[in-house]
């Protein structure tokens, strides 16, 4: 037997860090595709919120998959991300986000 390098020690240490960091990704992907069914993201699950759409089901996977790829590409442009805060503020009693105008959702407690 003889002892790890301090390279290779190094090199472990870097790879579980990696590793650690790749399963959260990994883990809240999983955990995101089992609740978006239920119209909901781990954070809606977590505060007890779900997506319905305007006719007054529950949205499902496709539904909730658009309205989040919406929400992603909206976020990614600094303005659609303000443009998403306006209209969220906006005076209308369902307070809809750019994602749920185009997914055609209410976010409902």
Known sequence: METASPIRRL???????????LTLIIGYIIWWLIVLGRG??????????????????RA????MFVREVVKIVAHSF???????????????EEHRSLSDRVAGTIIMR
């Open 60 to 63: 499902g996977w496709g539904t």
């Open 78 to 92: 600094v303005i659609g991300f303000f443009a998403d805060a306006v209209l969220l503020l906006m005076d209308d």
């Open 11 to 21: 090199f472990a240490n870097i790879l579980d860090g990696i590793l650690f960091f």
């Open 40 to 57: 909901q993201t781990p954070g809606k699950q977590l505060l007890g919120i779900y997506a319905i759409k305007r006719d007054g089901d």
